[in-house]
């Protein structure tokens, strides 16, 4: 009977202490989908404004209003080229650089790696006047490949980290016994390593296109001229002068902008809940 009543007060507070990290992941997830709500709901209303609300007829005049190749088709198709490069050449080149760091020991493996991470916390905005500099220089400015190849430069340090992680859990040893029948270590990595991380190259792609497509500051200041601009930079052209804003269009673009984000997720979602398919092939 004492101890029924000690623990009735204990009880009392770890209920109290669940209800309130309840009521706070609420919080949280209310910050997080009211602005996605009003996404969704804006872009079908005719008379769409700041306040999140039913709109009283749903209309499809704001995707009419957007969808012109001008506006959005060859926008989007320049985010693509631009953000698909990157991605491709920001994956390969971390590959690359992340299979030694990860199968050789060196003195200047942890140098390097530091330095690495430094790289990663630089603010973008405080290395742009130099790449504007140089790229003038070597002619790169206003081009696609210009911005393609730095936007893989910027984003190139935090996948190393991420790809080298991935990499330490394929077991080496079967590495080594593609190498006794003949494999080169290219061919290793490339026939065994990657495959055997399916999933830390999804991360490490979707980690990368996700970050260069919303991505504004960059092509904003590399590149000059208007057919190039990418949507997240055209996105702009929805806020007007003196603070008039088309609220129902913006919304729109904005649904129609996160679609490849959303897709590129869905179709390697299955990717990123695997494991390694041989991670214990050579235990027991």
Same mark, same amino acid.
């Given at each position: ?6 623990? &009735?007060? %204990? ?16 919080? +949280?997830? =209310? =910050? ?15 008379? &769409? ?13 704001? #995707?009419?209003?957007? +969808?012109?190749?001008?506006?959005? %088709? ?20 971390? =590959? ?15 140098? /390097? ?17 130099? $790449?504007?500099?140089? %790229? ?9 490949? @210009?911005?393609? %190849? /730095? ?6 340090? #935090? ?17 080594? =016994?593609?190498?006794?029948? @003949? ?6 990595? $490339? ?9 830390? $190259?999804?991360?490490?792609?979707? #980690? ?7 991505? !504004? ?13 990418? &949507? ?5 052209? #929805? ?11 913006? &919304? ?13 997720? $869905? ?8 494991? !390694? ?8």
């Amino acid at each position: 009977m004492a101890l029924s009543t000690r623990g &009735a007060p %204990f009880r009392s507070r770890r209920t109290g202490r669940r209800l309130a990290a309840d009521a706070g992941l609420l919080v +949280l997830a =209310a =910050a997080f989908a009211l602005p996605l709500a009003w996404v969704v709901l804006s872009a079908l209303d005719a008379h &769409a404004g700041l306040t999140v609300k039913v709109p009283d007829g749903v209309t499809l005049a704001n #995707f009419d209003v957007v +969808l012109k190749p001008d506006i959005t %088709f060859t926008p989007m198709l320049n985010s693509l080229i631009l953000c698909g490069g990157g991605t491709l050449l920001t994956v390969v080149c971390a =590959a690359l650089a992340a299979y030694p760091l990860s199968r050789f020991r060196s003195r200047l493996n942890r140098p /390097f790696l530091l330095t690495i991470l430094f790289a990663t916390s630089l603010p973008i905005t405080a290395i742009m006047v130099p $790449v504007y500099a140089l %790229f003038v220089r070597v002619n790169l400015i206003d081009t696609m490949q @210009g911005t393609i %190849f /730095f936007f893989a430069a910027s984003q190139l340090p #935090f996948a190393i980290w991420l790809m080298k992680n991935f990499m330490d859990g394929v077991p080496k040893e079967l590495e080594e =016994a593609a190498w006794t029948d @003949g494999a080169s270590s290219f061919q290793s990595l $490339v026939r065994i390593v990657l495959p055997l991380m399916g999933p830390g $190259v999804a991360v490490v792609t979707v #980690f990368s296109f996700v970050m260069m497509w919303g991505n !504004f500051f960059v092509p904003f200041m590399l590149l000059l001229t208007p057919d190039q601009m990418p &949507a997240s930079v055209s996105i702009n052209e #929805f806020f007007g002068n003196r603070g008039m804003v088309v609220y129902g269009q913006l &919304a729109a673009f904005s649904v129609i902008y996160s679609t490849p984000v959303l897709l590129l997720y $869905v179709l390697i979602a299955r990717r990123l809940g695997g494991g !390694f398919a041989l991670g214990g092939a050579v235990k027991g």
